[in-house]
């Protein structure tokens, strides 16, 4: 079993729709957490970080469930410019370094 | 401010022949990380680095592949001899002491032939 694991997709979707994306942790020592988007061909990007009290971010909202060791990403008016991957990415190291372990992405798909 | 830069953009080699990739972090990052990504899947960590210190290696195949950072700012990554099954993305990405976000250079695709 994989660290980190996502529902690799594709996820299709008309643009307007919100969109829901899901990942699971297995180290409970894991420290933070974050969601990256990397476009095709293109290298990761940082999107936002996850935390505890859930975050938002204009369309975007992030919520960490730590007893569940459960990450989501909510995406709402999906945009044709939000068809990426999304990676949810969780933080095994200390408060000071990072151990960064990245689930194998979430393919997203808006149509027109 | 430059970010992450990473050379050769692109490389085609046989099997059995050595190759390097190149990684220069954004300057004043301590932490620098060596991925591979496979099509389809996220990035795997082969090694990190605090400063000059290699402080997790445990995913980096030691009979063909090496790292070093010298003086604690670039860095290179070699695989000699390179397989069929080493084609992949190789991403070096560095962040800042104390700040775990991962800024991310463009990438070395490898293809092995």
């Known amino acids: 079993r994989k660290e980190v694991e996502q529902d690799p997709g594709p996820f299709n979707v008309p643009e307007g729709a919100t969109v829901a994306f899901n990942c699971t942790y297995s180290?409970?020592?894991?420290?933070?957490f974050f969601w990256y988007r990397q476009d095709c061909r293109k290298e990761p990007k940082l999107l936002m970080s996850v935390y505890s009290s859930g975050n938002e971010d204009g369309r975007f909202t992030a919520q960490l469930n730590r007893a569940s060791q459960y990450i989501s990403l909510l995406i709402r008016d999906s945009k044709l410019s939000d068809s990426a991957t999304y990676l949810c990415v969780v933080n095994r190291g200390s408060s000071n370094t990072g151990k960064l372990i990245f689930g194998q992405g979430t393919t997203l798909q808006v149509k027109p | 401010e430059a970010g992450v830069v990473q050379s050769p953009r692109y490389k085609i080699i046989e099997k059995k022949q050595p190759v390097a990739f190149w990684c220069n972090p954004i300057s004043g990052h301590n932490t620098l990380y060596w991925y591979r990504q496979n099509l389809g899947q996220g990035p795997e960590l082969l090694i990190r680095y605090e400063n000059e210190e290699a402080v997790d290696d445990s995913q980096l195949p030691k009979d063909r592949f090496s790292a070093e950072r010298l003086k604690g700012v670039d860095s290179t990554l070699k695989i000699q001899p390179a397989e069929l099954g080493d084609s992949a993305v190789y991403l070096c990405a560095s962040s800042p002491m104390g700040n775990t976000e991962a800024f991310f250079g463009q990438g070395t695709r490898l293809t092995v032939v």
């Open positions: 180290n409970s020592a894991s420290q933070s």
